[in-house]
């Protein structure tokens, strides 16, 4: 899988860009993450967009975002060993994760042992637009 990682690089966004939440979102599709971003940036969050799993963990307990989501369904149970890290580790375990997946059972199940996966949110994908940024408000507040 070619890794996909985003950032917003505009110089003249760059203090903007400082001053809004940071939200990071880690899927293997790629529609998916540029939506996302896409409406995430619109309603004025600082996004960060991975596919790059092996280096995920890394990449959060640097960025330290306000907000990650997760989607469950990445290859290899890669979204899943993600969580049960990032709820483990001391560094990431108080950052709040809206955990997506496109079959309802999944989520189901991480709901189920919120002491191994965490989750503080849940969206079904494909999403609505107005789900997805109400469950991120709810967590983190406006951008």
């Known amino acids: 899988m070619e890794e996909y990682i985003t950032a ?8 903007d860009q400082m001053d809004r939440q940071h939200v990071l979102l ?3 599709d790629p529609t998916i993450l540029d939506l996302a971003r896409a409406l995430l940036g619109e309603a004025r969050y600082n996004v960060t967009t991975t596919n790059a799993v092996p280096r995920t963990f890394a ?3 640097a960025a330290q975002p306000a907000l990650l989501i997760i989607d469950l369904a990445i290859p290899e149970r890669a979204g899943w060993d993600l969580l049960v890290r990032l ?3 001391v560094t990431t375990t108080r950052i709040p994760v809206i955990i997506t997946a496109s079959d309802p059972r999944l989520i189901d199940h991480a709901a189920r042992y919120p002491y191994i ?3 503080s ?3 079904v994908l494909p999403f609505a637009v107005d789900a997805l940024l109400d469950a991120v408000r709810i967590l983190i507040g406006p951008a």
């Open 117 to 119: 996966f965490g989750g």
């Open 8 to 15: 917003l690089d505009d110089d003249a966004a760059e203090q």
């Open 26 to 28: 880690v899927n293997s």
């Open 87 to 89: 709820h483990a580790e």
């Open 121 to 123: 949110g849940r969206v």
């Open 59 to 61: 990449l959060i307990a």
